[in-house]
């Protein structure tokens, strides 16, 4: 094959993506040792300088190799260049180019791309932010896109009678992946097209959400690398004021990334919610609940000189718990067990050692450098802010444990089946199950968490740092507290009247997110009232109080309206009959306090919208608020089957409404189940004059006029066409129902074209 | 009992307008007004009448009508761009498949073909299932959600929080230099 001269390919592109690759590589090493010896010679300043001097190039046209690669794969995708395997893969004529950033980073290589651009940029940022930290936490920066641009690499190496990946490149050909005979005419791509985007993946969300999550993913890495750079020079004190604002930006970052994935989830895939305690979703939340323990952490040091040790390995976790996350969700282990993890690519064992050598690095240097963090000796006071700060971050690392535990299950599989493969012994009896409920088992234990941090974080503001005579303020803390819980106690109770609070672990749920709430507002009046610029945390905890508040809300009270179990027994399975009605085009249906009609849909490209209108009905039945809604589903691009179902959702300030398309008849959903109804049809064939009636089994048959021109809304005529149809009265021989239907029939050419009519009685009951 | 059925016209509907004879066409050129006759069926051509309801193409129908000045047919000639189609129409009291192929404003006059199709409005075959199950309905769910906008503003609240934190961060650090 490699002697046919293809005709259309571009190969350049390939051979400078490559280039690029290697040279981002390659200069990402040659920056990290250079200010490594940068740091070696501190002493000797013109030394030092000259090294420093040579890693800001290295990283320089690392950065540039970095961003070069990404324009690169991005015109190639946008010029449709279908000869490169990942083009091909993400990319068709028919993708609107609105999703193209969406298609560039939907897979691995992309997503990994993503990731090494924003370590580019902030590495770039870092070098003019950090000053005299810059020799200390650049190398570790620029490991860390070493690693990643491993998993672009596509290098294969044979083993014996294997073949070992180090990564996957963007830049291989078509025809080096596949093996087809296409590739056997020089001018195959005259006949591709890409095989394109997910379809359920073309949307907005998709455009937005993974750069913000990514960014954050990428500026966890800042505080992992002033850590190293902390326990290397010894300059903990200095090392935790600096890496204080990164921190931030980090947690807000990917906290607003997070967010950004939980709505997405609401109002573009049928979670049912914000929040399914998915895998993926798991594991991204992880590392922002202990990177948020070490915010916590760095103020107690920052003010005390204590939690220092706890500070950086809190830090540490968060950027190993990144990598983690990495290989869980990339490394196709999590196949079974999430909706959106990657399927596997043969690239496990890279991201295991991703992640286990920089948790390895960490604990060694911990380990000879920690010596030098100075313990304070004296023991804090049980009335001091650090000391309730400090059980605040225990208790999310515990969450965070609690979390990863469940969340890991099949990885402790794939650990057994890989030692019971290694033994030659089956251990597939000592696998673990998944939680079935994962919401329930999740919710269940951070119920807790969540109570414990609203009142932490609602009490210790009252505290003071380093409180050596809280007696002297007992009276007027309890004081304040007392009336913050009173206040708490007294708007759970007047919450009762509208919203369900069905046992007292809610009601302290409530309660907490209440107390919170009020405490940080009142604190925020009384004492950032003229200093708004350092009301940064109060205005989070209050957050958090209202998160809790919405929670119990819209997750506890979430309540299914489309419910009609009386007239619905019979027309839906009974376990679906608390959840889900039947609605038959242009037949009003009553449910929960809402007449709804189901006017019938359109499609428009893969899309197909239903048009919904509910009235509000009051205690009289009158119809008292009318709106729309519009779920739609969405088909594969041959309409071979339903891809996925989209809600559609009235926002009101006090509630939201949100329907989405549970089912749809069989052969709506997939074209098999389309062709095995239309077998086993059983058809019988009657003759009828026009102005006669013939007799069915069930039924009888007037025809009427016969027309030659285009009765039914669906035929779109073309010239050539004969099209009949016949007006036809159709009788039920039991009672006095008459339809009036025109079914017709088209000859195209050799084509038949067959539009019959189905005629649906409304009385659906037997 | 449901009552739920399919049918469908059977493709031997086709088969009168391929019989001996009724591929012969004829063709007659009218003025509004004219009178004409097809298999002994006195008929009229009353009158074109131009149709608005579409800007993209011009639809102009000529009417027909019986001898009592009643509508028998309307064929349509639709003219979009370059292209002109014509729409056929079965006149069933002459047994005639009738079409409206040329118009003149000028002169008022329209050119016609015909066909002769008897016995489309006997024997008219169908297809009928009685065993066919509804398929125009969807199954919905529909879900109230008290109160969610606490959580996105609590949640919204906590990110703005820690990015506000920075700010007087920043005022620190730029007014500090320590050495490593």
């Given at each position: 094959m490699d002697q046919i001269q293809y005709v259309g390919e571009h190969p350049i592109f390939g051979l400078i993506g490559h280039g690029l690759i290697i040279a981002a590589f390659v200069s990402a090493l040659l920056a990290t040792f250079s200010y490594i010896w940068s740091y070696k010679y501190r002493t000797d300043a013109t030394t030092s300088n000259q090294w420093k001097q040579l890693a800001r190039n290295s990283y320089f046209i690392h950065a540039f190799s970095c961003i070069s690669i990404f324009v690169l794969l991005l015109f190639m995708m946008v010029n449709s260049y279908y000869e490169y395997f990942y083009v091909w893969s993400h990319v068709n004529d028919k993708l609107p180019m609105q999703y193209i950033f969406a298609a560039f980073w939907e897979g691995q290589e992309g997503s990994f791309l993503l990731w090494i651009?924003?370590?580019?940029?902030?590495?770039?940022?870092?070098?003019?932010?950090?000053?005299?930290?810059?020799?200390?936490?650049?190398?570790?920066?620029?490991?860390?896109?070493?690693?990643?641009?491993?998993?672009?690499?596509?290098?294969?190496?044979?083993?014996g009678e294997t073949v070992s990946k180090i990564g996957s490149s963007p830049f291989v050909l078509l025809r080096d992946v596949m093996d087809a005979p296409i590739f056997a005419k020089?001018?195959?791509?005259?006949?591709?097209?890409?095989?394109?985007?997910?379809?359920?993946?073309?949307?907005?969300?998709?455009?937005?959400?993974?750069?913000?999550?990514?960014?954050?993913?990428?500026?966890?890495?800042?505080?992992?690398?002033?850590?190293?750079?902390?326990?290397?020079?010894?300059?903990?004190?200095?090392?935790?004021?600096?890496?204080?604002?990164?921190?931030?930006?980090?947690?807000?970052?990917?906290?607003?990334?997070?967010?950004?994935?939980?709505?997405?989830?609401?109002?573009?895939?049928?979670?049912?919610?914000?929040?399914?305690?998915?895998?993926?979703?798991?594991?991204?939340?992880?590392?922002?609940?202990?990177?948020?323990?070490?915010?916590?952490?760095?103020?107690?040091?920052?003010?005390?000189?204590?939690?220092?040790?706890?500070?950086y390995w809190f830090y540490a976790l968060a950027f190993i718990l990144v990598l983690f996350s990495t290989f869980l969700t990339r490394s196709g282990v999590l196949g079974d067990s999430s909706a959106h993890a990657f399927t596997e690519m043969g690239l496990e064992w890279q991201l295991i050692l991703f992640f286990t050598a920089f948790l390895a690095f960490f604990t060694v240097l911990y380990f000879r450098k920690s010596n030098s963090i100075v313990d304070v000796e004296k023991e804090e006071s049980i009335a001091?802010?650090?000391?309730?700060?400090?059980?605040?971050?225990?208790?999310?690392?515990?969450?965070?444990?609690?979390?990863?535990?469940?969340?890991?299950?099949?990885?402790?599989?794939?650990?057994?089946?890989?030692?019971?493969?290694?033994?030659?012994?089956?251990?597939?009896?000592?696998?673990?199950?998944?939680?079935?409920?994962?919401?329930?088992?999740?919710?269940?234990?951070?119920?807790?968490?969540?109570?414990?941090?609203?009142?932490?974080?609602?009490?210790?503001?009252?505290?003071?740092?380093?409180?050596?005579?809280?007696?002297a303020k007992a009276m007027g803390f309890w004081i304040k507290m007392g009336i913050f819980a009173g206040l708490s106690i007294l708007f759970s109770w007047i919450a009762t009247f509208f919203i369900q609070l069905p046992s007292w672990q809610y009601f302290l749920f409530f309660g907490a997110g209440l107390f919170t709430f009020f405490s940080n507002l009142f604190y925020l009046v009384k004492f950032f009232r003229n200093k708004p610029k350092q009301a940064g945390s109060v205005i989070s905890h209050m957050g958090f109080g209202l998160m809790l508040i919405g929670i119990i809300g819209s997750g506890l009270n979430k309540r299914f309206i489309s419910t009609n179990p009386f007239t619905q027994k019979g027309m839906i399975a009974d376990e679906d009959l608390g959840k889900n009605v039947l609605l038959i085009r242009d037949a009003p249906m009553v449910m929960s306090g809402y007449e709804v009609t189901y006017h019938g849909?359109?499609?428009?490209?893969?899309?197909?919208?239903?048009?919904?209108?509910?009235?509000?009905?009051?205690?009289?039945?009158?119809?008292?608020?009318?709106?729309?809604?519009?779920?739609?589903?969405?088909?594969?691009?041959?309409?071979?089957?339903?891809?996925?179902?989209?809600?559609?959702?009235?926002?009101?300030?006090?509630?939201?409404?949100?329907?989405?398309?549970?089912?749809?008849?069989?052969?709506?959903?997939?074209?098999?189940?389309?062709?095995?109804?239309?077998?086993?049809?059983?058809?019988?064939?009657?003759?009828?004059?026009?102005?006669?009636?013939?007799?069915?089994?069930?039924i009888f048959i007037k025809a009427g006029k016969v027309h030659f021109d285009s009765q039914n809304k669906n035929y779109k005529p073309e010239q050539g066409d004969i099209a009949i149809s016949v007006d036809l009265e159709v009788g039920n021989m039991k009672d006095d129902t008459i339809f009036k239907v025109s079914p017709m029939v088209v000859l195209r050419k050799e084509l038949l074209l067959n539009f019959g009519t189905q005629i649906n009685d409304l009385s659906t009951k037997n | 009992m449901i009552f739920q059925q399919k049918i469908e016209l059977h493709p031997d509907i086709f088969k009168p307008l391929f019989e001996k004879g009724t591929t012969n066409t004829h063709q007659i050129s009218l003025k509004q007004g004219?009178?004409?006759?097809?298999?002994?069926?006195?008929?009229?051509?009353?009158?074109?009448?131009?149709?608005?309801?579409?800007?993209?193409?011009?639809?102009?129908?000529?009417?027909?009508?019986?001898?009592?000045g009643k509508i028998v047919g309307t064929p349509a000639f639709e003219i979009v761009g370059n292209s002109s189609r014509s729409d056929k129409v079965y006149l069933s009291d002459a047994n005639a498949l009738i079409a409206m192929t040329k118009i003149n404003p000028d002169t008022e006059t329209a050119s016609f073909e015909y066909n002769i199709v008897k016995g489309l409005n006997s024997n008219i075959p169908l297809k009928v299932a009685e065993n066919s199950t509804r398929s125009d309905y969807i199954v919905l769910e529909a879900v109230e959600f008290p109160g969610i906008n606490f959580f996105w503003l609590g949640s919204l609240m906590m990110m703005v929080g820690l990015g506000w934190s920075i700010l007087p961060k920043l005022r620190k650090k730029n007014g500090r230099n320590s050495s490593i």
């Amino acid at each position: 094959m490699d002697q046919i001269q293809y005709v259309g390919e571009h190969p350049i592109f390939g051979l400078i993506g490559h280039g690029l690759i290697i040279a981002a590589f390659v200069s990402a090493l040659l920056a990290t040792f250079s200010y490594i010896w940068s740091y070696k010679y501190r002493t000797d300043a013109t030394t030092s300088n000259q090294w420093k001097q040579l890693a800001r190039n290295s990283y320089f046209i690392h950065a540039f190799s970095c961003i070069s690669i990404f324009v690169l794969l991005l015109f190639m995708m946008v010029n449709s260049y279908y000869e490169y395997f990942y083009v091909w893969s993400h990319v068709n004529d028919k993708l609107p180019m609105q999703y193209i950033f969406a298609a560039f980073w939907e897979g691995q290589e992309g997503s990994f791309l993503l990731w090494i651009l924003w370590h580019s940029i902030i590495g770039i940022v870092m070098i003019f932010k950090t000053k005299e930290w810059e020799s200390l936490t650049l190398p570790v920066l620029c490991m860390t896109q070493a690693f990643l641009l491993t998993m672009i690499f596509g290098i294969h190496i044979p083993l014996g009678e294997t073949v070992s990946k180090i990564g996957s490149s963007p830049f291989v050909l078509l025809r080096d992946v596949m093996d087809a005979p296409i590739f056997a005419k020089p001018d195959y791509l005259s006949v591709i097209e890409g095989r394109g985007m997910n379809v359920l993946l073309q949307n907005y969300w998709m455009t937005i959400h993974p750069p913000i999550l990514f960014l954050g993913f990428a500026l966890c890495t800042v505080p992992f690398s002033y850590v190293v750079g902390g326990l290397i020079s010894g300059k903990h004190k200095e090392c935790l004021k600096d890496v204080q604002p990164w921190s931030l930006i980090a947690a807000a970052i990917l906290g607003l990334g997070i967010l950004l994935g939980a709505a997405w989830a609401y109002e573009a895939l049928s979670f049912n919610g914000y929040w399914a305690w998915d895998p993926v979703e798991n594991m991204s939340l992880v590392p922002w609940l202990v990177l948020v323990a070490g915010l916590h952490t760095n103020l107690i040091a920052n003010a005390t000189g204590r939690s220092v040790k706890s500070t950086y390995w809190f830090y540490a976790l968060a950027f190993i718990l990144v990598l983690f996350s990495t290989f869980l969700t990339r490394s196709g282990v999590l196949g079974d067990s999430s909706a959106h993890a990657f399927t596997e690519m043969g690239l496990e064992w890279q991201l295991i050692l991703f992640f286990t050598a920089f948790l390895a690095f960490f604990t060694v240097l911990y380990f000879r450098k920690s010596n030098s963090i100075v313990d304070v000796e004296k023991e804090e006071s049980i009335a001091s802010r650090e000391f309730w700060m400090f059980i605040g971050s225990i208790v999310l690392i515990f969450a965070s444990i609690l979390i990863t535990f469940t969340t890991s299950i099949p990885v402790y599989n794939k650990i057994l089946d890989f030692w019971g493969g290694l033994l030659n012994i089956n251990l597939v009896s000592y696998h673990r199950s998944a939680p079935l409920d994962p919401i329930s088992h999740y919710n269940k234990f951070q119920l807790w968490t969540a109570i414990f941090i609203a009142i932490l974080s609602g009490a210790a503001y009252y505290l003071r740092y380093k409180e050596n005579n809280f007696a002297a303020k007992a009276m007027g803390f309890w004081i304040k507290m007392g009336i913050f819980a009173g206040l708490s106690i007294l708007f759970s109770w007047i919450a009762t009247f509208f919203i369900q609070l069905p046992s007292w672990q809610y009601f302290l749920f409530f309660g907490a997110g209440l107390f919170t709430f009020f405490s940080n507002l009142f604190y925020l009046v009384k004492f950032f009232r003229n200093k708004p610029k350092q009301a940064g945390s109060v205005i989070s905890h209050m957050g958090f109080g209202l998160m809790l508040i919405g929670i119990i809300g819209s997750g506890l009270n979430k309540r299914f309206i489309s419910t009609n179990p009386f007239t619905q027994k019979g027309m839906i399975a009974d376990e679906d009959l608390g959840k889900n009605v039947l609605l038959i085009r242009d037949a009003p249906m009553v449910m929960s306090g809402y007449e709804v009609t189901y006017h019938g849909d359109t499609i428009l490209q893969n899309n197909r919208t239903f048009n919904l209108s509910f009235d509000k009905l009051n205690a009289k039945g009158e119809k008292v608020e009318h709106f729309d809604l519009k779920p739609n589903v969405v088909y594969e691009r041959d309409f071979s089957k339903v891809a996925a179902s989209n809600p559609s959702t009235l926002r009101t300030l006090k509630k939201d409404i949100y329907v989405h398309i549970a089912s749809l008849p069989p052969e709506e959903i997939n074209a098999e189940q389309a062709k095995e109804k239309e077998d086993s049809l059983k058809f019988n064939t009657y003759t009828v004059n026009s102005n006669d009636t013939v007799f069915a089994k069930k039924i009888f048959i007037k025809a009427g006029k016969v027309h030659f021109d285009s009765q039914n809304k669906n035929y779109k005529p073309e010239q050539g066409d004969i099209a009949i149809s016949v007006d036809l009265e159709v009788g039920n021989m039991k009672d006095d129902t008459i339809f009036k239907v025109s079914p017709m029939v088209v000859l195209r050419k050799e084509l038949l074209l067959n539009f019959g009519t189905q005629i649906n009685d409304l009385s659906t009951k037997n | 009992m449901i009552f739920q059925q399919k049918i469908e016209l059977h493709p031997d509907i086709f088969k009168p307008l391929f019989e001996k004879g009724t591929t012969n066409t004829h063709q007659i050129s009218l003025k509004q007004g004219d009178e004409f006759e097809i298999e002994g069926k006195k008929l009229f051509f009353k009158q074109f009448k131009m149709l608005d309801n579409d800007p993209k193409k011009i639809i102009v129908n000529g009417i027909i009508t019986d001898s009592e000045g009643k509508i028998v047919g309307t064929p349509a000639f639709e003219i979009v761009g370059n292209s002109s189609r014509s729409d056929k129409v079965y006149l069933s009291d002459a047994n005639a498949l009738i079409a409206m192929t040329k118009i003149n404003p000028d002169t008022e006059t329209a050119s016609f073909e015909y066909n002769i199709v008897k016995g489309l409005n006997s024997n008219i075959p169908l297809k009928v299932a009685e065993n066919s199950t509804r398929s125009d309905y969807i199954v919905l769910e529909a879900v109230e959600f008290p109160g969610i906008n606490f959580f996105w503003l609590g949640s919204l609240m906590m990110m703005v929080g820690l990015g506000w934190s920075i700010l007087p961060k920043l005022r620190k650090k730029n007014g500090r230099n320590s050495s490593i």
